[in-house]
């Protein structure tokens, strides 16, 4: 009889029971605690700040759990929370000219005021299995230095003194914020670089690829990459000054790019800009090339019709929770509208079969 | 009313929120069939399952009101139970299957069957609500079309679609023009539904991955797309409901065995059990229903 639909309640609940158990696992095995996940996951914790828009590494870590390690999942988590979340104010600009440095890298320069610090980073280590890990084992200690003390200068800044790389006119402008307004084209680039550095990983990492390979190339180097954390500053009215509220690391990623000029400008090489929460150097790297690749425009380059220089193409499809909203709402019922189209190419066959039986006769 | 979770607010958007929506919304009424941007927020459950209609119904919510929530026609498929249960639990708002006595109605995909009264309401959730997306992909594009009411792709489309086929291949989301000005979609409702456009009761359209909402005041004039020698034509499945007997109600084409043997039945679930009900019997109606 007719049953196909009935039960949608029971079998919901009885869905979220499974899917619970599912994902404790075997319970004989102990259980991830946030911390672990915090501490040991710390690149996925920081790829979920990122792309949820929300710097709290424990939430993130909750989330990812919560999301049986599915990070679109766990990210999806982060925003449903953030939208609850009371706005109180802005910061001040972050200054990350003063960010207490990782990680600090130029691949213009061999060599530079602050130095090259490689940090904790996988470039040079060799992709074999390291089965010790297996077994668990002491925790490893690194060897101790002493930081570098002061600030830590930008690469860009000895660029932009020689007035060899584009100027960017300073502006005290509140940023627009994709969060609190719809999304509207022409976008600014304030908008374009709050929509790439909450984009998906996957999607602005395969744009800038893109470029790389000859869609919309822009010649980029990595002018300076750095990773490290930068106190986050507000004025409180009722106390009348500015106060540190509590520290983010960040990366940063500032590509020197292909040069432009004319008759009356002399060249002059341009800029792209990455900045993502934690520890994200694939993504700020790639954010930079893609923001780049977003300015031709701007910069009075040709649009040669590549993916990467579509600003509405690229902000419409950056968002993974929008992405995989959308994709996998096809699997809920659609039959009525199925049934609409059955009954129009049963009719059109009809018609059509009818037809070809006349021409036979 | 019974309380709703303290954890969250009244129909969990805070009251910021609401206005922003209540803003939009009254903007929709006041141009019907032009979409209004709107900051969509992120909702607790996926964009395509609903985010915008569930914002346009949190936003229209009172204490006192009566809520249905249909997928498909049916009160009872997965999403419309837990979409009706997410206002339970943060809007502690009276629920019902029953159409006439909803105050608010959030529905996917269909139109009730019962001609809706003056003070209801029905949102629906939009997947694309652009009518020219799938001629022209830009939105820079469509909102320069809708501005100058430039329509001709729409029509060369239905044009081309009589040439290919013989008739207008559109058999769900036909687009509408409201009020002889804007052309709009009407969500993925099939044709059917078309004419319960013209209602009396408000019609709110929320759209929530892509930011829009529109709206079709009551009575507002709602005419399908056609050509004077192809007139729209409402279809349905050409059938009586095999439980209630309705000839005039959209149907559910189910397949019963693995002969592929077929039964059809009314997609509106609380129209077909009020006739049941009511004493009308269909051809496989059981024999002790009488």
């Not at chain 1, 009371?86 to 990680?103: E, H, I, N, Q, V």
């Not at chain 1, 932009?160 to 100027?167: F, K, R, S, V, W």
């Not at chain 1, 968002?319 to 994709?327: E, H, R, V």
Request: hydrophobic share 40%.
């Amino acid at each position: 009889m007719y049953v196909a639909v009935k039960g949608g309640e029971r079998a919901i609940d009885a869905a979220h029971d499974w899917l619970a158990e599912e994902r404790r696992g075997d319970p004989a095995i102990p259980e991830l605690s946030i911390a672990q996940i915090r501490e040991q996951m710390a690149l996925a914790v920081n790829r979920v700040m990122a792309e949820g828009s929300l710097y709290d590494p424990d939430l993130a870590a909750l989330a990812i759990k919560q999301a049986r390690g599915d990070l679109i999942e766990a990210i999806f988590l982060i925003r449903a929370y953030r939208t609850t979340l009371p706005r109180f104010g802005a910061s001040k600009p972050l200054d990350t000219a003063a960010m207490r440095c990782d990680r600090r890298i130029s691949a213009t320069f061999k060599d530079a005021p602050g130095g090259q610090v490689l940090g904790p980073t996988f470039d040079y280590t060799h992709r074999l299995l390291d089965f010790a890990l297996a077994a668990e084992g002491e925790a490893p200690v690194a060897r101790q230095g002493d930081p570098v003390a002061g600030d830590t200068p930008r690469i860009m800044d000895f660029l932009n003194a020689d007035g060899l790389i584009q100027q960017e006119p300073p502006s005290d402008d509140t940023p627009a914020d994709l969060t609190r307004e719809p999304l509207e084209f022409p976008a600014g680039r304030d908008l374009r670089l709050q929509a790439l550095s909450r984009s998906d990983e996957g999607f602005v990492l395969g744009m800038a690829y893109s470029t790389q390979r000859g869609y919309g190339r822009n010649h980029p180097f990595v002018g300076e990459l750095r990773i490290g954390a930068v106190e986050v500053v507000m004025d409180i009215p009722e106390l009348g000054f500015d106060i540190c509220i509590g520290e983010v690391t960040l990366t940063e990623c500032e590509t020197v790019n292909q040069f432009t000029g004319s008759k009356s400008e002399p060249a002059q090489f341009t800029r792209g800009y990455g900045l993502v929460f934690g520890q994200s150097e694939r993504k700020a790297i790639s954010m930079a090339l893609v923001d780049r690749a977003l300015r031709w425009d701007e910069l009075g380059e040709e649009d040669v019709g590549a993916p990467a220089q579509d600003a509405e193409f690229v902000l419409a499809h950056g968002d993974n929770i929008q992405a995989t909203g959308f994709l996998e709402h096809i699997k809920l019922p659609h039959y009525v509208d199925f049934q609409s189209e059955l009954e129009l190419v049963r009719r059109m066959r009809r018609e059509a079969m009818g037809e070809m039986k006349e021409a036979a006769q | 009313m019974t309380l709703h979770d303290p954890n969250y607010n009244f129909a969990y958007l805070d009251e910021q929120t609401k206005r922003m929506i209540r803003r939009a919304l009254l903007k929709a009424l006041a141009i019907p069939g032009y979409q209004v941007p709107f900051a969509s927020r992120e909702m607790p459950m996926p964009y395509g399952w609903g985010t915008g209609g569930v914002q346009v119904t949190a936003a229209c919510l009172t204490p006192e009101d009566t809520l249905k929530v249909i997928d498909q026609g049916a009160d009872d498929t997965t999403n419309a139970v837990s979409i009706r249960k997410f206002f339970q639990r943060t809007a502690g708002v009276a629920v019902t299957e029953q159409t006439a006595q909803a105050s608010v109605i959030q529905t996917r995909h269909r139109i009730p069957e019962t001609p809706l009264i003056e003070g209801q309401i029905l949102v629906y959730q939009v997947p694309i609500p652009e009518p020219l997306r799938f001629l022209e992909p830009r939105e820079t594009e469509t909102r320069r079309m809708h501005a100058l009411e430039e329509y001709g792709l729409m029509h060369v489309k239905l044009y081309e679609d009589i040439a290919h086929n013989g008739e207008i291949s559109t058999a769900y989301a036909y687009p509408v023009k409201v009020e002889g000005r804007y052309v709009m979609d009407p969500s993925p409702i099939p044709k059917f539904d078309n004419p319960k456009l013209e209602s009396a009761a408000i019609q709110l359209f929320g759209a929530g991955r892509e930011q829009r909402i529109y709206a079709l005041p009551p009575y507002c004039r709602v005419t399908s797309l056609d050509f004077e020698d192809h007139p729209f034509e409402a279809s349905k499945a050409d059938h009586d409901c095999d439980l209630c007997g309705c000839a005039t109600s959209y149907l559910d084409e189910v397949i019963v065995d693995d002969a592929g043997g077929r039964m059809f039945v009314c997609s509106d679930t609380d129209f077909c059990t009020g006739r049941r009900e009511g004493g009308h019997r269909g051809r496989l109606s059981p024999e002790d229903m009488a």
